[in-house]
Structure formats: C-alpha cells, structure tokens
Nanobody, 116 residues
Framework: QVQLVESGGGLVQAGGSLRLSCVGSEDWFSITTMGWHRQAPGKERELVAV???????EYADSVKGRFTVSRGDAKNTVFLQMNNLQPEDTAVYYC??????????WGQGTQVTVST
C-alpha cells in the first residue's frame, strides 16, 4: 500500500522558520503532483502550496512570499520551506500526492504551532 510520510513540524516563535518534508513509499517512486494542505482547529482543510506537472507552483495568497514549495531530486519527495511564520499559520499540515497509477493519497499530518 502506498503512503506518504511527513516530518519537520514543531513549535516555533512568530517570525521563525520551519521546513517540512514528505516522502512517498518505495513502491510509489514517481508521483506526478505533490503539495501541501493545512487544517486549523475549527476550519476546513485548505491548499497551501502545490507543485504541478511541469514544475509550476501555486500558493495560497496568505503564504505567498513566505513559503516555498519544492520537489526533491527523487520523484517522490516534496518540501515546504516556511519563513516568517505567524500564529495564523498554526495548523496540521498534510502532504498529498497524485499519480495516474495510484490516484491521490494523503500523509498522516504534522503539527505546526506558532507562538506569539
């Protein structure tokens, strides 16, 4: 069964940085689209950033200029560099991936907490 595993969440003060990583399982070595969503308490899950086919990226307006999404050399990895974090960025961050062979899958989520 294919899966995605995130790492890199944690607690940081406002203005700080974190880097999230996500890697697909060995049997899912080529993932077409990878990205990140987040869900804050009491809110719906929302898109944060995604790398689509061809390497193009899309970002939520709220994170533009602060977050950078990138793919690794391995075709089953994606990263999210988060700078100048703010308390409103506090959420569980979920990695997702899609390919024609395996469809869409989500990681288990990693908590990001930004204190004032």
């Amino acid at each position: 069964q294919v899966q995605l595993v995130e790492s890199g969440g944690g607690l940081v003060q406002a203005g700080g940085s974190l880097r999230l990583s996500c890697v697909g399982s060995e049997d899912w070595f080529s993932i077409t689209t990878m990205g990140w969503h987040r869900q804050a308490p009491g809110k719906e899950r929302e898109l944060v950033a995604v790398v689509i086919s061809g390497g193009n990226t899309e970002y939520a307006d709220s994170v533009k200029g602060r977050f950078t999404v990138s793919r690794g050399d391995a075709k089953n990895t994606v990263f999210l560099q988060m700078n100048n974090l703010q308390p409103e960025d506090t959420a569980v961050y979920y990695c997702y991936g899609w390919s024609s062979g395996f469809g869409q899958h989500w990681g288990q989520g990693t908590q990001v907490t930004v204190s004032t």
